[in-house]
Nanobody
């Protein structure tokens, strides 16, 4: 069982930056691939980024490639999402998730989810 809690959301201006954090409790955090997803109002949840269990491999949605960076610190049971050059279309609730697979871009592959943190980007 893994419990996930996101933090770091808030209001940012277009072109600005935010850093999301996700703290995990439970056993064997370093055996899980981790991912970030987001859901904007009246839209389906979409994949943002994922990282494998060791942190050596990452993958990103095309819409955030080059602007967002996912990382993890297994010693602290933390995963991060650094978001730069924010755009209004990045406005969404961002969710942290854990998967027993190495990593995945598919939401149904994830076993545990956080409660989400709101990110709002203003023009």
């Amino acid at each position: 069982q893994v419990q996930l809690v996101e933090s770091g959301g808030g209001l940012a201006q277009a072109g600005g930056s935010l850093r999301l954090s996700c703290g995990a409790s439970g056993r064997a955090f370093d055996r899980y691939g981790m991912g970030w997803f987001r859901q904007a109002p009246e839209k389906e949840r979409e994949f943002v980024a994922s990282i494998n269990d060791s942190g050596g491999s990452t993958t990103y949605a095309d819409s955030v490639q080059g602007r967002f960076t996912i990382s993890r610190d297994n010693a602290k049971n933390m995963v991060y999402l650094q978001m730069n050059s924010l755009k209004s279309e990045d406005t969404a609730v961002y969710y942290c998730a854990a998967t027993r697979f190495l990593f995945s871009t598919v939401g149904v592959s994830y076993d545990y989810w956080g409660q989400g943190t709101q990110v709002t980007v203003s023009e």
